[in-house]
């Protein structure tokens, strides 16, 4: 099955300055790439994805980057806010065929955005 | 704005006791998810509902495991005997159409197996 590797798993900014995590997948027929944002004590929330047909995302202050050929995206955060603490995750599925929408995980990176 | 409801927010129960987490999902919705988050490791897929029926299972779903949708709202994870390695975060989400992955999760029930 697919695995996904997440790094680092810790990440300490200070405010105003950039954070950059990085994931790789194993599986070549994934082609949906979500990252989520995770506060505590709320359950994940999807802050932005990619699709293998598209190499790079732009969402305001966030952006999503996809190699396919490496099997890895990573996603930046510029002009990082405290509010940007939390922890984050990126994830990988092989949808959208029925019966494989199931999204694989990474282990999460605790993002520390210092004032 | 819309949101996945659960409930409740914490269950305690004693090892081999039946439990039921519920969830409400987004309305509007039409595809449903359980996942699970053991203290400290990754976000684990459970199952997938779809018209009714089960679309996927992990591993992790074995017999011990049921879901049902009872009614027009609500989505419910039943588990028949618990066993101490149950205990978990377990988030209910919910996508509208098949083509679009984007899930929606709930805040999850924090289940603590004694």
């Known amino acids: 099955g697919e695995n996904v590797e997440q790094h680092p798993s810790t990440l300490s900014v200070q405010e105003g300055d950039s954070a950059v995590i990085k994931c790789t997948y194993s599986?070549?027929?994934?082609?949906?790439f979500p990252w989520y944002k995770q506060e505590l004590g709320k359950g994940p929330q999807l802050i932005i994805d990619?699709?293998?047909?598209?190499g790079e995302k732009k969402d305001q202050r966030i952006a999503v980057t996809l190699n396919k050929t490496a099997k890895h995206f990573s996603l930046h955060i510029t002009e990082t806010q405290p509010e940007d603490s939390a922890v984050y995750f990126c994830a990988a599925s092989k949808g959208p065929v029925p019966g494989r929408r199931a999204l694989t995980f990474g282990s999460g990176t605790r993002l520390q955005v210092q004032p | 704005e819309p949101e996945v409801t659960q409930t409740p927010s914490h269950q305690v129960t004693q090892m081999g006791q039946e439990v039921i987490l519920r969830c409400v999902p987004i309305s509007n919705h039409l595809y449903f998810y359980w996942y699970r988050q053991i203290l400290g490791q990754k976000v684990e897929f459970l199952v997938s509902f779809y018209n009714n029926e089960i679309s996927e299972k992990s591993e992790i779903f074995d017999d011990q495991f049921s879901v049902e949708r009872p009614d027009g709202s609500n989505f419910t994870l039943k588990i028949r005997s618990t066993k101490l390695e149950d205990s978990a975060m377990y988030f209910c989400?919910?996508?509208?159409?098949?083509?679009?992955?984007?899930?929606?999760f709930g805040s999850g029930t924090q289940l603590s197996v004694l």
């Open positions: 989400a919910s996508s509208y159409i098949a083509t679009n992955e984007k899930l929606f």
């Open positions: 599986d070549s027929a994934s082609n949906y």
């Open positions: 990619i699709r293998s047909n598209v």
